[in-house]
């Protein structure tokens, strides 16, 4: 079946740390590969995507590719600031549906 | 603005008396769905619809129920709530399947305490 698990949280940084969350999936045939934020008292907002192997996606300084090989799809950040703390969750849809399957979500802090 | 609106955001209520929780979109979304999220479980799908009058379940639909009368519209009902059913709730939806690259939007999320 399908699934995604990503590691457990929460992590704390310093800001201008580097960020690594890691996500691995199972899947049949190629899924697209989602990371979404859910900010304090927020509903979930897409962070980045990617559509097939090797893609990568980045938005706001974040950024995570689609690793077959691995079926990997770690989230990376250079230098997190204060306003990057939430929740992050890993997602995949299988192909020819909108489905979303959801990791456990990782709660990052960032402090100054 | 392209938003997804529920009401209301914070509910108490008692065990066994129905409810209701409102989703609206006004991006004309095909696909909307209901999710509820529990912690160390993530998201987990209640029920969606694909269209109009098309409603599935999802992977936890026990307890509830959905209808899909409107594209804009898709109401979430707990007939006969528990205390297991206290939760964060979110609804989504998207341009649906076959329209380009899914992005799912979600609503800003409705807390249920079941007492």
């Known amino acids: 079946g399908n699934s995604v698990t990503q590691m457990e949280g929460p992590v704390t940084l310093s800001e201008e740390a580097f960020l690594t969350i890691n996500c691995t999936y199972t899947?049949?045939?190629?899924?697209?590969l989602f990371w979404y934020v859910q900010y304090p008292g927020e509903g979930l907002q897409l962070l980045l995507k990617a559509t097939k192997a090797d893609d990568k996606g980045s938005n706001k300084g974040f950024e995570a590719t689609y690793r077959k090989e691995t079926t990997s799809f770690h989230l990376e950040k250079g230098s997190v600031q204060v306003s990057d703390s939430a929740v992050y969750f890993c997602a995949l849809s299988p192909p020819n549906t909108d489905k979303l399957i959801f990791g456990t979500g990782t709660r990052l802090q960032v402090f100054p | 603005e392209a938003q997804v609106t529920q009401n209301p955001r914070y509910l108490i209520t008692v065990t066994g008396k129905k409810l209701t929780v409102t989703c609206s979109q006004n991006?004309?979304?095909?696909?909307m769905s209901w999710y509820r999220q529990d912690p160390g479980l993530g998201l987990r799908q209640i029920y969606y619809?694909?269209?109009?009058?098309?409603?599935d379940k999802g992977d936890v639909p026990e307890g509830y129920k959905v209808s899909r009368k409107e594209k804009r519209n898709f109401p979430l009902i707990l007939e006969s709530p528990s205390p297991n059913q206290t939760s964060l709730y979110f609804c989504?939806?998207?341009?649906?399947?076959?329209?380009?690259?899914?992005?799912?939007?979600f609503g800003p999320g409705t807390r249920l305490t079941v007492t």
């Open positions: 619809s694909m269209n109009v009058e098309v409603t």
């Open positions: 991006m004309n979304h095909e696909y």
């Open positions: 899947a049949t045939g190629y899924p697209s």
């Open positions: 989504a939806s998207s341009r649906g399947v076959g329209q380009g690259i899914i992005e799912q939007y």
